[in-house]
């Protein structure tokens, strides 16, 4: 019994050598294998093939010099990278610095890049004279009512043949599409002088109460037609301030409110009697009234935002006086630098520097200028 287990365990023995020597061989012996047998394959390939091959192999270590971190391939490489490998059979074998995925995705890159360029359409040259082309674009131009149609008729008034496509390619270079419908900035300019705006202006008194200041301008010549002062704003006190706005019958075409819950019944009555048309701004667009916005901007900053309100008169006087001066002083940029009303200035030729006034307003806040007599 004690023989066989020396024997068995001298078997083991046996086995474990074995095994290591075979593992330590396999270490130690030299890799060739497949340097033979690319060398074995490079005897069957064709003097251009391996000249592709050593030429990408060659590409790969320049790009590689470049710098110890990783190198950055540029256009150029990428491009001379796929040309190589398309002339090589065993392109995968030969690439070591990118994966054969990036290789064939910049391929496609480059397959899609030059198809659309050679779909691109060329510059076809104009079958009309060129002054007829010209023709065109300066009735385009000169007409501006005038749709392909008419030009079309014109010119075969003129014994010139165009077809309509041809015409709106032209006219299109020269006078961009027109927007369907009126805009509400051309609306403005065709018929400021006949709208009237007005707003409310909320502000505080000295012990924080509240006070509201309604305004009327007229968008034409920037005028302040009205103002009233009040602490609470009924719809009957602004139905009044319309009519005091509107003595002997001057009243507007337009006028341009909010949608604030101020202005009611009364106030729809009284327009509706005067013949004015109320035009209703959109909800959440204060552009629509951007005028009458403005005015109400300037009046707090050259104004309100520098004196301390005590009271409602108080509040009432300031306001008149600005208002004078707004209306017959102050230059406005929306009417070239010119004054809303513009009175007599005592203006003489030839005099100097020395004969202007200044007139102090709202105690020296501002100053109206004027020539002496």
Not at 92 to 120: N, Y
Request: aromatic fraction near 8%; proline fraction near 5%.
């Amino acid at each position: 019994m004690f023989v066989n287990l020396l024997t068995r365990v001298k078997q083991a023995i046996n086995t474990g050598v074995e095994a290591l020597r075979k593992h330590i061989a396999a270490r130690t012996k030299p890799r060739n294998t497949l340097l033979v047998r690319g060398s074995l394959g490079d005897l069957v390939r064709t003097k251009p093939q391996l000249i592709a091959e050593n030429a990408l192999l060659r590409q790969q270590l320049i790009i590689l010099n470049r710098s110890v971190k990783r190198p950055r391939l540029t256009r150029s490489d990428r491009s001379l990278l796929v040309l190589l490998a398309s002339r090589v059979r065993a392109w995968k074998e030969a690439v070591l610095i990118v994966k054969p995925d990036t290789l064939l995705r910049w391929h496609r890159q480059g397959f899609r890049l030059f198809w659309r360029r050679k779909s691109r359409a060329g510059s076809r040259v104009p079958r009309i004279p060129a002054a007829t082309i010209a023709l065109i674009q300066e009735m385009a131009v000169n007409n501006p009512l005038w749709g392909v149609k008419r030009i079309q008729g014109e010119l075969l008034k003129l014994d010139i043949k165009v077809a309509k496509r041809t015409i709106e390619r032209y006219m299109r270079q020269a006078r961009p599409l027109r927007p369907h419908g009126q805009t509400w900035a051309t609306f403005l300019q065709n018929h400021a002088r006949e709208i009237w705006a007005c707003d409310f202006l909320q502000l505080h008194d000295a012990v924080f109460r509240p006070l509201f200041a309604f305004f009327i301008t007229e968008l034409g010549s920037r005028r302040i037609v009205h103002v009233g002062v009040t602490r609470s704003p009924t719809d009957a006190w602004v139905a009044q301030q319309l009519r005091e706005a509107t003595p002997f019958g001057t009243a507007p075409r337009f006028l341009i409110r909010d949608n604030d819950a101020k202005y009611g019944a009364q106030f729809t009555a009284v327009a509706v009697g005067t013949g004015i048309e109320v035009l209703r701004t959109p909800i959440k667009a204060p552009r629509a009234n951007a005028i009458c916005e403005r005015l109400l901007g300037s009046v707090r900053r050259e104004c309100l935002d520098h004196i301390l309100i005590v009271s409602e008169a108080h509040l009432r006087g300031i306001l008149n006086e600005y208002v004078e001066f707004f209306n017959r002083s102050r230059p406005h940029q929306g009417i070239h630098q010119h004054v809303p009303e513009p009175g007599d200035t005592g203006a003489f030729p030839g005099i100097g520097r020395a004969q202007i006034v200044a007139f102090p307003v709202l105690g020296g806040l501002h100053h109206a200028y004027r020539k002496a007599a």
